[in-house]
């Protein structure tokens, strides 16, 4: 009968020998397709069977035989690696053997930290089975090397003196002390952590490796879509506060925003301790602890005969091991915080080459171990704590949502799907209108806004930031001012630009202080020593850092932003830290009118309540006003239902279009179009970063085009030259930044910059300062529009605006010839563009005003 409990348990709790056994049998006989074939796979045979329409070839090759081959020799693939990284997926033990492989990997996610104990137990036996192949990259030994065969010879002198002392009688009475000892990680064997020149990570099913064999893996005829996709399900996680007590031990994936970032500071894993009096070395392991108690007494059999002997310990920091630590603190998303809440947040631990992986401010999702920890071993804190207990995330991989500009996607996709994704991105390039078809992709459920959205992908491209030989930095990044009257999508565009930049910060104007968008004063919770905690800006360094309600600042708050918008660096003196913190951010922010709908007989400052000193440093200021049209009205209203009709019901418009008359089905035809025009995220992304590649220059031929277009525009913004005269004058009275400041060349020149790069250019070419001075018009004259006269001149059409034009250069050159680029110059210069030239240029050919020669390049004038 007392048998029954002993079955009972023996089938309940695991047989880690046997799962030793079993995991051995995958890294000895697993094998995946690959594109590489390592030096050390000499069994390696192309794959005839593989469906694939590359020209490379498909290996089947071993799963673990060369990385472990290599950390036997120590050969690193590359000569700047330090140490091996070994990934186990155990979606790959599931594929490799379903019956045997399954239960294995319940348990491992059930009880992780044990079983990566066990696989690094089985890791390092069959490491050391193996034999050396190459002599030459074994050769050369370390401190670590030379100092483990002095312990080697120690231990054996060791062995022979206690099989001298086994007949004493002081062995058995000292048998429960050195019981003792070894409850606390003592013992003066030599332990195999000291020695392990590999890193294990256990990834979830799901995950797949990133490092060697799994980054050449051959995952079968996918497009590059169907990666995103598959990418893209990657990286879900769950929230912070799914993470019960029943996840404790396992292995959990969570998604959220890193906060905080340690430094990285060593971290002991084997303490080892010489003795002065019987010269032996103790090793304590202390891996994953956070404390430990230093030894005092020596456990050898010499010291414990003596027994008086006391504090004969020193710790030798040569002969120790240590790895690199820092500390994450990664806190909920805003989407996954429910409505009243707080967002929680959790401490990450991150060793060896995980550090360094995310910075403050990057979304990411993490894999890693639940485990608790007790605030202190000992002292006051432990006494004060009593039995309370914190937890902790031990990570095991680190996936980042949005990779910098300079980490491109490419290197997580296919050989065949890079092929495509070039190909992709060339036709956009080499496509009729690149730029129009990559701001259609911005925020594309918002209806119109061209000029608008066009300026915002010139601000995610953004110029070229120069550094002077003495020193001095010109800034490249692009600030924009949206302002406007409520209830234009002011707030969308910025958050969906937020979202697309890699570092985007979204806040709002009343909601942070000065403190909060700069930098604060923090204690370090590890160290208790000041530090300092960066704000908004700073965590949208090299990104975008989008703030609405901008004129609802405090002007105290509003002073912070100065100094980043034209230095982009953030001065701090608090609590006897000095420091320059990098803010390389171009500020996007959204304002609304002081008195509720923006009020024309008013200057600019006076509306918005802001200084003409912060409007100033702004590139370019649109203006969004609310003005009633029936047609764009009309055109509005369409978009929105259309938008909201077709939500997830794309597999039934044409069913819906049946029951709709001839001219809504045109209507929906027409969105349904410019609907595929848009781009993916992941695209436009990607874009940009290849064209953020370019450095542009400008060329001899252009520097003295863009002189004089800037000379003219200075003229037009002076009192006498322009006939709307009063209008100027009271805005120069007000101290208005309507007019054209020197600021505003630089501007110009960052536009130019951004848009040769949009075309994958190393010069910047005449069209793209034609361009950058028709945004830069364009967003003055939505300021200084007017609609209180109705004789005003801006009131008429635009055809005869731009016949104006033409006109006025024909008789004040007293030419009766004009070449058609000068012409189409002049026009854009006034925030024209090309095709409202042609459509003035035929109209006035029709009424026998002008004609054009056979080749339409010159202009006739008849009259």
Sequence with gaps: MAEAPVEAAAGIYPNYEDDKVIFEQFIKKHEILSFHRDEYDNEALVEPTANHNTTQDIYRINCYKAILQRIRNRH??????????????????????????????????????????????????????????????HQHLDSIDILHEQRLQQQERRRQQEQLLQNENEQEGNLAA?????????????????????????????????????????????????????????????????????NMGKLVTIKGMIVRASDVKPCCVVATYTCDNCGGEIYQV?????????????????????GSVKDTMHLQTRG?????????????????????????????????????????????????????????????????????????????????????????????????????????????????????????????????HEDIKRALLLQLVSGCTRRLPDGMRIRGDINICLMGDPGVAKSQLLKHVASIAPRGVYTTGKGSSGVGLTAAITKDLATGEMALEGGAL?????????????????????????????????SVAKAGIVATLNARAAVLAAANPLYGRYNRKKSLSENVNLPNSLLSRFDLMFLILDIADVDKDMALAR????????????????????????????????????????????????????????????????????????????MQGAPGVNHNRNRRQTNAQNGDQTAMTARQLLSILRLSQALARLRFSDYVAREDVDEAIRLTHMSKASLEDNDGDSNDARKTDITSRIWAILKDYATASRAKRVEVKLCEAMVLRKGFTSQQLQTCLEEYQNLDVIMLNSTGTHIDFLQ
């Design 76 to 137: 690193f693939s590359n000569s700047e690696d330090r140490i091996f990284i070994l990934e186990v997926p155990l979606q790959e033990i599931q594929k490799w053997d379903p019956i045997q492989g399954a239960p294995l990997v319940e348990r491992a996610m059930n009880n992780t930290h044990r079983y990566a104990q066990l696989f690094a137990q089985v890791l390092d036996a069959h490491i050391a089975s193996l034999e050396i192949t190459n002599h030459e990259s």
């Design 178 to 246: 050195e019981n003792a000892m070894r409850t606390q990680g003592v013992t003066d064997e030599f332990p195999p952590v000291l020695m392990r020149r590999y890193e294990l990570r256990i990834l979830p099913v799901g995950r797949d490796g990133t490092m060697a064999p799994f980054d050449k893996m051959y995952k079968g005829q996918t497009g590059f879509m169907d990666q995103l996709e598959t990418s893209n399900k990657m990286l879900q996680g769950a929230s912070l506060r799914h993470v019960r007590s029943h």
């Design 286 to 306: 202390v891996q994953n602890k956070r404390e430990f108690k230093p030894m005092r007494i020596c456990p050898s059999a010499v010291c414990r005969r003596q």
């Design 320 to 448: 120790s091991k240590f790895e690199k630590f820092q500390e994450l603190k990664i806190q909920e998303l805003p989407s996954q915080v429910p409505m009243g809440h707080v967002p929680r947040s959790m401490s990450v631990h991150c060793r060896g080459e995980m550090t360094r992986l995310a910075t403050p401010g990057d979304v990411v999702t993490i894999d890693g171990i639940f485990l608790p920890q007790r605030i202190a071993e000992a002292g006051y804190r432990a006494l004060k704590a009593g039995l309370i207990s914190t937890t902790f995330l031990e990570a095991q991989n680190i996936v980042l949502h949005k990779k910098s500009y300079d980490d491109s996607i490419v290197d997580s996709l296919s050989e065949e799907a890079k092929t495509k994704l070039d190909e992709e991105i060339m036709n956009i390039a080499t496509g009729e209108d690149p730029i129009g078809q990559l701001s259609a992709s911005i925020a594309p459920e918002i209806y119109g």
């Design 538 to 570: 700073v965590l949208a360094d090299q990104g975008i850092c989008a703030i609405d309600e901008f004129d609802k600042m405090d002007e105290s708050d509003r002073t912070a932003i100065h100094e980043v918008m034209e230095q982009q660096t953030v």
């Design 639 to 714: 978009h929105v239902t259309f938008v909201h009709q077709n939500e997830g019901l794309e597999s039934q418009k044409k069913d819906n279009d049946d029951d709709s008359d001839d001219e809504d089905m045109q209507d929906e035809n027409n969105e349904e179009e410019n609907s595929k025009k848009t781009l993916p995220p992941e695209i436009v992304r990607e874009y940009i970063s290849r064209a953020r590649k370019y450095q542009p220059v400008v060329q001899p031929d252009v520097a003295p085009y863009i002189v004089e277009a800037y000379v003219g525009l200075r």
